[in-house]
């Protein structure tokens, strides 16, 4: 926010604190407008003129409307930034002396466990944070639990569900690693790097369907992001969903400028395309010998029925994805091997163009 920005909403705020003062105008006159406008409680307009203060960056003001107001944790978290950690500590002890129940100081003198217990072990924000504190220290075992704990708790967290996900996918418990994700996008559907790791995990453990599932969900939140789109790709394809591979391809394409590609992948359509194309092949050439023997067949009617059947549906389907598969893909290889590519790809843009019966360019590119 730049400085007009800033100074009107802080004009405004110190206008309405003084303004609660002002005894210009008589209660009789302001008494009319009592109902007719929402206004705070007095205590609760200098708080929010504090915020304010403080996001400005005019942190020793905010320190006065703080104390003023007893917010001694506030005070803290000011004096934190001011680097004045001798006051903060000198706070802390002098309001523990007084309140030594308050669990908001314990935890602000970094002592979650006499948090804890101060809260007879009811507390789970003091489990959050040590939850916090086992994880930073890489003890992701003891994190987890705790988390577990913390969640059970206040279930209406949805940061702590990925929390507890992140501690399991480091402590390697993948199943509870997919539980604490799945509880989280189940109380922030939005979230797509929890989709993200819920799909990856999946990947992980080959259920390739339920990954399938997770990655589309995860790209309506992170379609800029070339790395999903390249394990969207492989999921993709060992699904047999080789269109939306291919899609997942021309997007990474798009978003690295031709950079970021995986032969293998691309190497792994183009032979389920070749043998679609043999098959389709081996498929019409039978059926032109049926229809020829067809002619010599009489009486059985059964038989008759058969030969006399079209192609289904399916099949016809079939070939029309096929032929799309090969112009999409011949596309994203020209787009590559313009782009440089490298030997692997030239070879299978060759062997392309060989599928398509171009063997002038076949030669070409080899």
């Known amino acids: 926010m730049n400085r007009v920005g800033r100074g009107r909403p802080m004009m405004s705020g110190t206008n309405q604190v003084q303004g609660v003062r002002d005894t210009s105008v008589g209660v009789a006159k302001r008494i009319y407008c009592c109902y007719g406008v929402h206004f705070p409680s007095i205590p609760k307009l200098r708080k929010e ?7 400005c960056g005019l942190i020793g003001e905010a320190v006065k409307v703080y104390e003023d107001l007893e917010l001694w944790d506030t005070v803290v978290y000011c004096y934190c ?19 030594p129940s ?14 804890l217990e101060v809260s007879e072990n009811r507390s789970a924000r003091a489990k959050r944070s040590l939850a916090r504190s086992a994880y930073n ?17 206040n279930s209406l967290f949805p940061d702590g569900w990925f929390a507890l996900g992140a501690a399991a996918l480091k ?10 994700f799945t509880r989280s996008i189940q109380l922030d559907p939005d979230n797509g790097e929890a989709w993200n790791n819920i799909a990856c995990l999946h990947m992980i453990k080959k259920q390739n369907k339920e990954s399938f599932i997770a ?11 070339w790395e999903l789109w390249e394990n969207f790709s492989h999921v ?10 291919l899609e997942a391809v021309g997007k990474m394409l798009e978003l690295t400028n031709n950079r970021k590609f995986n032969v293998g992948l691309l190497e792994k359509i183009f032979l389920e395309i070749e043998h679609r194309s043999t098959s389709s092949r081996t498929q019409s050439s039978l059926g032109n010998n049926r229809n020829a023997c067809n002619n010599y067949i009489q009486g059985d009617s059964d038989v008759n029925s058969v030969a006399d059947t079209s192609p289904s549906e399916f099949n016809m389907a079939r070939t029309r994805e096929t032929s799309y598969l090969i112009e999409v893909l011949g596309k994203h290889l020209k787009q590559i091997v313009c782009n440089g590519g490298g030997p692997e790809a030239w070879g299978l843009f060759a062997r392309w163009h060989k599928l398509k019966g171009d063997l002038t360019m076949c030669s070409e590119a080899f």
Request: glycine share 4%; net charge positive; proline share 1%.
């Open 81 to 99: 930034l001011l680097e004045k950690k001798a006051s903060a500590v000198e706070l802390i002890k002098k309001r523990l002396a007084e309140r």
């Open 137 to 153: 220290r890489t003890d992701y075992e003891m994190a987890k639990v705790l988390w577990e704990s913390a969640m059970a708790m």
């Open 215 to 225: 990655f589309k969900e995860a790209l309506k939140f992170k379609r800029n992001s």
């Open 49 to 55: 003129y504090g915020d304010l203060l403080l996001s």
């Open 236 to 245: 993709a394809a060992d699904i047999g969903n080789y269109s939306q591979a």
């Open 171 to 180: 402590a390697r418990d993948v199943e509870k690693a997919i539980a604490g």
């Open 102 to 115: 308050d669990s908001r100081l314990w935890r602000l003198v970094m002592l979650p466990m006499m948090m």
